[in-house]
């Protein structure tokens, strides 16, 4: 791999603009792909089983045992990247997302779907993390919230085509022909990332940690639970959502379910960079998370609604619209309320906890929701509407964090450890800017 001149602290301090920050492009670029191969598959692979004539837990299962090696991979890839660094673990991790994905034209059987979900979840896990958390080391603390908001823009952008793309392109081309894409999507970070720079040394400047003693839960509680509970919805509306409307409508087919992801994807990828603007001006994350939460409840309640009532299905596209602006602006606000908490020498660690709370709600409501629908579907359950009471549920579900969040802000913000975390830097940084300009 080639050698690049490492980053320093004085460079990175120095950057007046996220796109101006070395290492970032190259960066976004393997986010964009990794994303888009995770999503291109995550529709299609469940949609492939039941065609193949798998059951809904085995399709269900396919996300979570994908989401199941992703999260148990996010534990160790902080310990991962001190050891080898961002661009060994993006490199490695991007085979491993891609090449994997060949497995699935082989068949649909029980062993081949779950074995090759799994090696690709172990790929997306180290890439998740790794990718999250280099644009904490990449730019300074007050342009943190706009990067992230534009890390949620090149998400958001390539799960929008993604996720539309793969079923639109397995009933035209079929199954064989997207996992071939999927494949070539994982390999693109392979090589953007002789681009992204060797970062400054994770935990310089944290010697003044010791002595503190501050149990890690209350720091990282709140936002992770904010941010899995919100994504157990996401796991039942990609696995679930376009069945679901094949079956509402046959005439729309599962092709208006990929339409309605697109929608969800598009109001998450601008409402997450709304919340990181509003953190840049405010310099408190946190602010907007409740009512955005909200927002995604309703979202997914109006799925159940619509589905009881036998409404058209163009209200789904104010559902995905109302849960795309609520997961969104959940992301980067729980991200950055993380790398906010967290001194600045953990930030591979917030990275890995925000991962972990995503893809372990994401795998969770896939696999549960799949088993619950296998439950409502047999003929002695008696449910009317089993989809509708499935998301009524999930809609249960994402409300329960709108209390945690709301418990949250009523306590306070005592939790905190204001002892070298990004919060203290950030207005040591803007009082110095307050009381003396820097040099040119």
């Known amino acids: ?16 603009s996220p796109w101006r920050a070395r290492g970032l492009v190259p960066t976004l ?20 089983v039941l065609d193949a004539g798998g059951s809904e837990t085995l399709a269900g299962g396919s996300t979570g045992a994908f989401m199941g090696a992703t999260v148990l991979t996010q534990v160790f890839v902080p310990s991962l990247l001190r050891r080898f660094g961002y661009r060994a673990v993006i490199a490695v991790a991007s085979v491993l997302l891609g090449v994997p994905s060949l497995g699935y034209i082989l068949g649909m059987d029980p062993a081949i779907v779950l074995s090759v979900s799994v090696v690709r979840g172990i790929g997306f896990g180290a890439l998740s993390v790794a990718e999250a958390a280099i644009i904490a080391e990449l730019v300074p603390l007050r342009l943190l919230g706009r990067t992230s908001g534009i890390f949620g823009l090149f998400v958001g952008f390539s799960q929008m085509l993604a996720l539309p793309s793969g079923l639109a392109l397995a009933q035209v081309v079929g199954y064989p022909v997207v996992f071939i894409i999927a494949t070539a999507l994982g390999l693109v970070g392979l090589v953007v990332c002789l681009g992204i720079p060797p970062t400054p040394e994770a935990g310089a400047g944290g010697g003044e940690l010791a002595g503190v003693r501050v149990p890690l839960w209350r720091l990282v509680a709140v936002p992770m639970l904010a941010l899995s509970l919100v994504t157990t919805a996401y796991g039942a509306v990609t696995n679930f959502l376009p069945a679901s409307v094949r079956e509402m409508s046959p005439a729309a087919g599962a092709a ?32 907007v998370i409740i009512p955005f939460q909200m927002c995604a409840a309703a979202g997914i309640f109006t799925i159940a609604v619509v589905m009881v009532t036998d409404a058209s299905v163009l209200w789904l596209l104010l559902a995905a619209f109302l849960y795309g602006a609520g997961f969104g602006a959940v992301q980067n606000e729980s991200l950055t309320m993380l790398f906010y908490r967290l001194p600045k020498s953990k930030a591979s660690e917030a990275s890995a906890m925000w991962n972990i709370s995503f893809d372990g709600g994401t795998g969770l409501g896939s696999t549960v929701y799949g088993m619950m629908l296998a439950g409502f ?12 009471l499935m998301y009524f549920i999930a809609g249960c579900v994402v409300s329960a964090g709108i209390a945690v969040t709301v418990a949250d802000d009523i306590l306070g913000r005592q939790r905190i450890a204001e002892v070298d975390n ?19």
């Open 256 to 287: 208006f379910g990929g339409v309605l992801l697109a929608v969800l994807n598009l109001a998450a990828m601008f409402s997450r960079y709304f919340a990181g603007v509003v953190l840049d001006r405010r310099g408190v994350p946190g602010t």
């Open 422 to 440: 990004l919060s203290t830097r950030l207005s040591a940084a803007r009082a110095k800017r307050r009381f003396g300009r820097p040099g040119r």
């Open 1 to 16: 791999m080639l050698r690049a001149k490492p980053l320093t602290v004085e460079e990175v301090e120095a950057v007046t």
């Open 29 to 48: 670029v393997a986010v964009a792909a990794a994303f888009g191969a995770w999503s291109l598959l995550l529709p299609v692979v469940p949609t492939a």
């Open 377 to 388: 579907g047999a003929a002695s359950s008696g449910v009317a509407h089993p989809m509708a």
